[in-house]
C-alpha cells in the first residue's frame, strides 16, 4: 500500500505540475512543418523524459545529505502554495518558436528541464529514495501529459477544486519530506502525536492561505 500511494501520488504531482510543459513543447515546435513537427515533438519529449529522469535520480541522491531532505520539504510547501495563488500556476510559457528540427529538440529539452525543477523535487521527496518509483511514474504519466495536456488543463479550469487535490499532495509530500529528514528523528521519535498532527498542519495551513489570498487577488483584478 505504501508503494501504490507513493506512485499515485508521484502520477498527481506529474499531472499537476507538468500539465502544461506539453503546452512549452508545442510552442517551440509551431513554426516547424507538420512532419517535422510530429517528430521534434516526440523525440524532443523523450529527451526531456531522459533529462527529468537522470535529475530526479541525482536529488534523490541528495536528499540523503543531512538537511536537505527537510530544506526540500520547507521548498515544497512554497511551491504548493505559489501553485494554488499564481494565476499561471508559478509558471510562463515564453517559449520562441525554434527555426529547425534539431532546434526545436534543444529547446523542448532546455524548457522543460528548466521548468520541471519544482516537479522533480516533488517526485523525489514522494519517491522515499526508490527509482522504480521514478521511472513507473514518469511511464505511466508521460503520455498523459504529452497527449492530454490540454485536456487536464480544461479540466483543472472547469473544475478548480482539482487544483488543491494537487496542492493537498504536493504538501502531504512536504511534510513527509521534514518527518523524514534524519537529524530529526530523536525529535519525532518522542514527539509521536506532534508527527502525525505535522501532516493536517502543513496542509491545511497551505490549503486555508491560498484559500484566504486568492478571493483578495480576484477582488482587485
Known sequence: MD??????????????????NAIVIALAARNLPK???RRAIAWGTVGAVLVRASLTVAVLWLLQIPGLMA???ALLVWIAYRLLTSDDGGRQHDVAPAVGFWAAMRTIVIADAVMGLDNVLAVAGAAHGSILLVVLGLV??????????????RWIERF??????????LAWTAAGMIVAEP????FFAERTAFKNALYPIIIGGVLGFAWLRRPRKEVLQ
Open 3 to 20: 508503494f501504490l500511494s507513493a506512485l499515485a501520488a508521484i502520477i498527481v504531482i506529474d499531472l499537476v505540475l507538468a500539465g502544461d
Open 35 to 37: 512532419d517535422l513537427q
Open 71 to 73: 530544506a526540500g520539504g
Open 140 to 153: 505511466i504519466s508521460v503520455p498523459i501529459v504529452v497527449w492530454g495536456s490540454t485536456l487536464i488543463l
Open 160 to 169: 478548480p477544486w482539482l487544483l488543491y487535490v494537487g496542492g493537498a499532495v
Open 183 to 186: 537529524h530529526f528523528q530523536d
